[in-house]
């Protein structure tokens, strides 16, 4: 959903404006953030002709080099930066900073955004600047993005869990690892489980101990990438 948030100083208060009229009728020494999110392009022309600054189209965004991810000139910085969504799809953030104003370019939801509003709400002398505001976004981030890992570590060890317990039957998933559990239990024994009926183990052939059971295949890299 498209979205223009402009956030700016008033008596010691933050406001919001969500219209290009806001710019008109405050003064750009008072102006902080400007957040657009999946904007026109009529919108982010007028943004650039009143700034003085170009922001990045969104094939630029995602084609640029690691190397050049942070850009500085003598009145401005420029950075893109990719954050985590709930999916663990990346979606890349172009960050530009100018006379003390931020504005961050983006295309979907992301709950760092939100919380870091919610902290200037909650304390609006801390964040007097648009510098103050970057920071504060990207530390948001890495909390999240730590949220996250921990989550995918819990359910990790949930699944190795239940793949050492001798009574556990993957046949009855309760939940999403349930279900990888039973995937993994099926390509271990092969296209069809042996019956009951089969020939017997010869005594001489080892028993497989639960610690040979395969390991769910990169999960803990796909979160690290």
């Given amino acids: 959903m498209s979205e223009l948030r402009i956030f700016y100083r008033d008596n010691?208060?933050?406001?919001?404006?969500?219209?290009?009229?806001t710019l008109k009728d405050v003064s750009?020494?008072?102006i902080i953030w400007i957040?657009?999110?999946?904007?026109t392009v009529e919108v982010e022309s007028e943004l650039e002709q009143f700034l003085k600054i170009y922001?990045?189209?969104?094939?630029?965004?995602?084609?640029?080099?690691?190397?050049?991810?942070?850009?500085e000139?003598?009145?401005?910085?420029?950075?893109?930066?990719?954050?985590?969504?709930?999916?663990?799809?990346?979606?890349?953030?172009?960050?530009?900073?100018?006379?003390?104003?931020?504005?961050?370019?983006?295309?979907?939801?992301?709950?760092?955004?939100?919380?870091?509003?919610?902290?200037?709400?909650?304390?609006p002398r801390n964040y007097p600047s648009g510098h103050h505001v970057l920071v504060a976004l990207l530390e948001t981030r890495v909390e999240y993005d730590a949220d996250l890992i921990e989550d995918m570590t819990r359910e990790i060890t949930v699944l190795s869990n239940q793949?050492?317990?001798?009574?556990?039957?993957?046949?009855?998933p309760s939940n999403r690892v349930g279900t990888l559990a039973q995937e993994l239990h099926s390509s271990s024994s092969g296209s069809r489980p042996r019956s009951l009926s089969s020939t017997p183990r010869s005594p001489k052939s080892p028993r497989k101990s639960s610690s040979s059971l395969p390991r769910a295949p990169g999960m803990m890299e796909k979160v690290l990438e």
């Fill in 12 to 21: 010691g208060r933050i406001k919001i404006g969500k219209t290009m009229d």
């Fill in 28 to 30: 750009l020494n008072e």
């Fill in 35 to 39: 957040d657009l999110n999946d904007v």
């Fill in 55 to 71: 922001i990045q189209e969104e094939e630029e965004m995602e084609e640029i080099e690691i190397s050049s991810r942070y850009m």
């Fill in 73 to 123: 000139t003598e009145d401005s910085i420029v950075a893109n930066s990719k954050f985590l969504l709930d999916s663990f799809e990346e979606e890349t953030v172009s960050f530009i900073l100018k006379n003390n104003i931020l504005v961050t370019v983006r295309n979907q939801h992301l709950r760092s955004f939100n919380e870091t509003v919610k902290k200037m709400f909650a304390n």
């Fill in 163 to 172: 793949l050492k317990d001798d009574d556990y039957s993957p046949s009855r």
